[in-house]
């Protein structure tokens, strides 16, 4: 089974499950390299600086009796993951947006959805279109 979609998108989950496992990993995935080492260290920095060392031991050999201890580290992991999930989607939209820029289609300038062409409003957000009905195509288009 590809990581990648049938476009040669990222697949977000992927991208946050990756993370869960190692902080930063899902952004090694994503190609975000910088990123990536960002996390890896704001994670490190975070598990000396606020999480006492005898509960680092503790979790490293498996005999934590009381997990919430390692708040801050797990704070940082949540975080890590989010922005994991969200960087892959975003670069999912910023990627159709710039492979289709002679496409047909035309989409909410507010949120971005499919619209259908014969609207003159969003019917996602219910944003007006400044387009006369019956035209595919917005004002800034033509």
């Known amino acids: 089974m590809s990581m990648r979609g ?38 490190l920095v975070v598990g000396i600086v606020f ?7 503790a979790l490293a050999t498996g005999t934590l009796s009381n997990p919430l201890a390692a708040w801050p580290a797990a704070v940082v992991s949540v975080f890590s993951v989010l922005d994991a999930y969200v960087l892959a989607r975003t670069e999912n939209v910023l990627a ?3 492979a289709r820029p002679d496409d047909t289609v035309s989409r909410c300038p507010h949120c971005g959805k499919e619209l259908d062409p ?7 957000c219910s944003t007006e279109l400044d387009r006369p009905a019956g035209t595919g195509q917005s004002a800034d288009q033509r």
Do not use: I, M, Q
Request: aromatic content about 10%; glycine content about 8%; overall charge positive.
């Open 6 to 43: 049938s476009n040669g998108r990222k697949r977000p989950w992927v991208a946050a499950l990756l993370s869960a496992l190692v902080t930063g990993l899902g952004h090694l995935y994503l190609r975000r390299f910088r990123r990536a080492v960002g996390w890896l260290a704001v994670a």
């Open 51 to 57: 999480v006492d060392p005898a509960v680092a031991e």
């Open 96 to 98: 159709d947006a710039r």
């Open 118 to 124: 014969d609207l003159s409003f969003c019917p996602w």
